[in-house]
């Protein structure tokens, strides 16, 4: 009975943030601002000297409520605070906001993922997390084309510890978003054509990774044991 009405209250409370801060975001303008680098990086600066408690808060938001990629709101970030601020501000949300949606994906259940997460890219990613777990969240991290934050909410539903998770976002996820963060601060520049062969580099890499992680995981493993 009292985690029945544990569950329920953290229900009300979680429907009650995700509702407050969509209306927060939709009522001060951020998804129209969020159509550009320019106007996202306004949007940020008006909120000065809260500037970057501001960026956090959108940045967590992104992961958790709003459906914004972290690579764009970085993007913006680093236009505004420079490469290294941003890029630590928005890994801390990041780290912050993949342990809070796995958290409550693993309290709450099926029902709560389901309406985050359409049942399209449940059925997509859901057994793949389950059967090749570390080796595809741990490359699903590393490559910016995969839905970082959906992937979150979908391994709290698996039986990977939150030790094991914690550990593969904060190794795995800064490296994507501290790219966007110096193209965005104009320390990087990459050309279409760069980008074009990082990706199917990128795209090679996973692939075959996923053919062979388990041979590899299981030659490390013995590698280990043997030492």
């Known amino acids: ?3 029945k009405t544990l569950k329920i209250l953290l229900w009300a409370l979680t429907i009650a943030i995700l509702g407050g801060s969509l209306w ?3 009522a001060t303008g951020f998804f129209e601002a969020a159509g550009s ?7 940020i600066a008006r909120c000065a000297p809260w500037s970057h408690l501001v ?3 959108i940045q967590l938001a992104s992961v958790v409520v709003a459906p914004i990629p972290s690579n764009i709101t970085a993007a913006a970030g680093a236009y505004l605070f420079g490469l290294w601020p941003a890029f630590l501000l928005t890994w801390g949300a990041v780290v912050l906001g993949s342990a809070i949606v796995f958290t409550l994906a693993r309290a709450l259940g099926q029902r709560f993922v389901g309406q985050l997460v359409s049942e399209r890219l449940s059925e997509k990613y859901l057994d793949l997390i389950r059967r090749k777990r570390d080796v595809f969240l741990a490359l699903a991290f590393l490559f910016p084309f995969f839905p970082d934050d959906i992937l979150c909410i979908l391994a709290g539903l698996t039986d990977i510890s939150f ?3 914690f550990l593969l976002v904060v190794l795995g996820r800064p490296w994507g978003l501290l790219v966007a963060c110096a193209v965005g601060s104009a320390t990087l520049a990459i050309p279409w054509w760069g980008m074009a062969l990082l990706g199917a580099a990128g795209l090679a890499v996973f692939l075959l990774a996923m053919r062979y992680g388990d041979r590899l995981e299981e030659a490390v493993l013995r590698r280990l044991k043997d030492g």
């Open 1 to 3: 009975m009292e985690n």
């Open 24 to 26: 927060a975001l939709y």
């Open 37 to 43: 680098q320019e106007r996202l990086g306004a949007y």
């Open 55 to 57: 960026y956090f808060a």
């Open 163 to 165: 030790k094991r998770f």
